[in-house]
């Protein structure tokens, strides 16, 4: 009788304890999610990660001097002056028929919100507006306004869940591939599509910070999205087409989880 007695307040004591515990663990499991959905900000020193189908290219000595490297084409006048003048309407025609055909395969609509990654002076958003998807606009380290706004593709500048459908065909600009394809996966809607053109068959220009050999890094990468479609295409030196839908399911599935 006495032995259940002296027995009963320890066992109260210790499911208390429990629940009192029990808060605080919940709040450091949110946290650590939390961590994983945001990132931390990027090392200054590269770190080089290589896979035998995305090699990051060696030889940048901090984040600081890859952006600069950037914004040397970026900035360079004379290529400005060809993009807005000689290749202006050339470009946004043949970018014209690829939105086209994203809309004819019902990956692209007019009520898309869309946005283009990296749009130098937005010859693609141009194109967009002019196939009827009127809510377009692209980000790049300059701004060309009112096509394109400042934002660096490592850290859009948009709340989670933003877009319908992301454009880029600078990939192999991206000197952190996998940043480059969370922050697209953060930005896009459940469902949202996203369109890449990359080069597999021949190296991009100097500008580059890595070389892509297949489309398996990539389906690799889109960790919360599924390969849809991929196509040989014509594109101003990239030569393929890769498109991936997140999955619809995406935000049901994070509530989950946390
Ligand atoms: C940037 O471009 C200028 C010429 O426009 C050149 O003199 C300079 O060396 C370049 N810097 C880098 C880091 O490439
Ligand atoms: C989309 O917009 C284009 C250009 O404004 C227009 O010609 C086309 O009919 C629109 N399509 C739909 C389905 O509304």
């Not at 086209?100 to 007019?110: A, Q, T, V």
């Not at 021949?202 to 297949?214: I, P, V």
């Not at 101003?236 to 995406?250: A, C, I, S």
Request: charge should be positive; include cysteine.
């Amino acid at each position: 009788m006495k032995a259940t007695q002296s027995k009963s307040p320890i066992f109260k004591y210790f499911l208390i304890s429990i629940f009192l515990t029990l808060p605080l663990l919940l709040l450091l499991l949110l946290f650590s999610l939390k961590a994983a959905v945001h990132p931390p900000p990027l090392p200054q020193n590269v770190a080089l990660s290589e896979s035998e189908d995305l090699r990051i290219r060696p030889g940048y000595s901090s984040y600081d001097a890859y952006i600069q490297r950037q914004l040397n084409k970026t900035l360079n006048p004379k290529l400005r002056t060809t993009w807005t003048t000689r290749d202006w309407d050339r470009k946004i025609q043949v970018f014209a028929k690829f939105f086209d055909d994203l809309k004819r395969k019902k990956l692209l609509s007019n009520e898309s919100k869309a946005l283009c990654i990296g749009a130098r002076v937005g010859q693609e958003v141009e194109a967009l507006k002019r196939v009827g998807v009127s809510d377009s606009v692209g980000i790049d380290l300059v701004p060309y306004p009112p096509l394109v706004i400042e934002g660096d593709f490592h850290r859009q500048p948009f709340d989670d869940e933003t877009f319908d459908f992301e454009f880029s065909n600078v990939f192999d600009h991206a000197l952190y591939p996998d940043k480059f394809v969370m922050e697209i996966e953060r930005t896009l809607k459940p469902g949202g599509v996203c369109v890449l053109h990359v080069a597999l068959s021949k190296r991009a220009d100097k500008y580059s910070a890595n070389d892509l050999f297949s489309v398996k890094p990539l389906v690799k990468l889109f960790k919360r999205s599924e390969m849809v479609r991929v196509r040989k295409v014509d594109g101003f030196g990239l030569d393929t087409e890769v498109v991936f839908r997140k999955n619809p399911l995406d935000s049901i599935l994070v509530t989950i989880v946390s």
